[in-house]
């Protein structure tokens, strides 16, 4: 919002109470003492247009320090020459622009990232600010021409001023979001803004990506299976020497426990998801899932790999001379938590979908130990982000999508809210909105249920000020008068409406 904008929202805002107080003085003063007063109205008007803020019944922002200092300055000054009520009335003034300075150490991103929430309490503040004006100019002529009492009249106008809390709107949900980042960071969660924190309380459905995220992500070899008299782990691990995936990987590994020494392939092709082809000792190998070898014109047809992938075992296919010389088998077992982690997200009627490159039978196997209803086989990394996507357009439902934040990237920035599980630097990837330091899942469902209270305590705080201003509002004008013969007088209204940002933040902090 441009400078011009601000000076025009404030001047609106402030003119009309400047001129109530000109009225309330004029009442029982001569008009010297008028003039004086709406001299020290417009001098106050002035001091804060060239503090360059803004006034929109919450945040006061300045600029640098220097602003700061001459505007409290000034304020101070002008309670020593005002009255009491014009004193009151600076000095709410005062609080809410130190508010606005500490901004940074209390609010800080979680305001200026604008989160959905935000914007609406925002939009009700500056409703309010015309709104309460109007009702204290109908309070004030009907207050006179029903009791013929000026200074009545203009008491009960300025009741209605004070009273009215628009900043309320406005602290009820920065607040919050901000005590509910500073929760999750406690807990080992970085979520990039307030915005994703709201957003994450809104997921209909939960991918998780299984090796490292599910699984332990240290695949062991538990079966090996030669079909030649030549094939054995060192061969194997040979083919694979130069394989950065993890099932090579661990083949490599265990050949060099073993053995301690690997020969040294003449030529190397790696196609990632699905296999290898390398020059060994002069015949050419071929290594991968079954359904890669079947691309190369080779026949798998093995009960053993087949009895092997149903026990929740990935299976990995050797073959020469188009046909198969020999089996490796590796488990990658469940990590201990991710049955509960699972049972947490799905009591909370989110849907929860595995996701793996390998084939159906493993698959299966896999998300029965930890009851997941549906798993998506056979995805090679580059494809995650498209099944991401025909997720969303086939269900349109808010898709969450949990992965280490590196190979899973594409497929996290593509979900409505990313996941990246094993943050251990502290540095939150740049594809993904949440991150979890810990390997533990149960995060996944503790940072929802978090989003959810967080949104469930900014309704309350809403729904609150709202009531609190309406009632007070009514009071404010008068509203009981007849029946009680009693009206609060502005200074009453002006601590009150102080009251109502206080019950915000005590509100807030329950989430604590």
């Known amino acids: 919002m441009s400078q011009q904008q601000l000076r025009k929202r404030m001047i609106l805002t402030l003119v009309p109470a400047a001129f109530i107080f000109i009225l309330s003085k004029g009442a029982f003063s001569d008009l010297s003492r008028v003039i004086t007063f709406g001299v020290e109205g417009v001098f106050l008007l002035f ?30 000054v002008l309670i020593g020459i005002l009255n009491l009520k014009f004193a009151m009335a600076a000095a709410v003034l005062a609080i809410v622009s130190i508010s606005e300075c500490i901004e940074n150490r209390i609010i800080g991103e979680t305001y200026t990232s604008r ?43 300025m009741a209605v001023l004070f009273i009215a809390s628009p900043c309320a709107f406005n602290y009820a949900a920065p607040i919050t979001l901000k005590i509910g980042l500073e929760k999750s960071a406690e807990k080992g969660v970085l979520i990039k803004s307030a915005a994703v924190l709201e957003d994450a309380h809104s997921i209909d459905m939960v991918v ?204 996290i920035r593509q979900a409505d809210v990313g996941f990246a599980i094993g943050v251990d630097d502290g540095a939150l990837p740049e594809s993904a909105d949440i991150g979890i330091m810990s390997d533990d899942l149960n995060a ?11 949104t469930s305590k900014i309704k309350e705080n809403l729904i609150g000020v709202t009531v609190y201003n309406v009632a007070g509002i009514l009071v404010a004008a008068g509203s009981l008068y007849m029946l009680t013969g009693w009206a609060p007088n502005p200074i009453l209204c002006s601590i009150f409406m102080c009251l109502s940002s206080i019950g915000i933040a005590i509100n807030s902090m329950r989430l604590r």
């Open 47 to 76: 001091v804060l247009i060239i503090n360059r803020s803004r006034f929109a019944g919450g945040f006061v922002a300045f600029k640098n320090k220097k602003a700061t200092r001459d505007t409290l300055v000034s304020l101070g």
């Open 208 to 411: 998780l990506d299984k090796t490292g995220t599910i699984t332990v992500g240290n695949p062991q070899i538990t079966d090996i299976i030669a079909m030649s008299d030549d094939f054995d782990l060192r061969l194997a691990a040979g083919i694979e020497k130069h394989s950065v995936h993890p099932l090579a990987e661990a083949i490599v590994s265990a050949a060099l426990e073993r053995s301690g020494e690997i020969a040294e392939p003449e030529t190397y092709e790696e196609i990632p998801g699905r296999g290898a082809v390398a020059r060994l000792r002069g015949k050419e190998y071929i290594a991968g899932n079954a359904t890669f070898l079947e691309s190369k014109g080779i026949e798998v047809d093995s009960e053993e790999g087949e009895e092997l992938s149903r026990r929740g075992k990935t299976v990995v296919y050797f073959a020469r001379d188009e046909e198969i010389i020999g089996i490796i088998a590796l488990r990658d077992g469940p990590k201990p938590t991710s049955l509960r982690a699972v049972s947490r997200i799905e009591n909370m009627g989110i849907d929860v979908i595995m996701l793996t490159g390998d084939n159906r039978e493993t698959a299966e196997a896999i998300k029965k130990e930890v009851g997941i209803d549906r798993a998506i086989s056979q995805i090679l990394p580059q494809d995650k982000d498209k099944v991401i996507a025909n997720l969303q357009a086939d269900t349109q439902k808010v898709v969450a999508m949990v992965g280490d934040g590196i190979s899973d990237a594409p497929a």
């Open 444 to 454: 996944i469902g503790g940072t929802i249920e978090l989003s959810k209270k967080v």
């Open 115 to 157: 989160d959905p929430i935000t914007k609406s309490a925002e939009k009700a503040a500056l409703m309010l600010v015309p709104i309460s004006i109007a009702v204290a100019v109908i309070t004030y002529f009907l207050w006179f021409f029903g009791s013929h009492d000026l200074v009545r009249a203009a008491d009960a106008c």
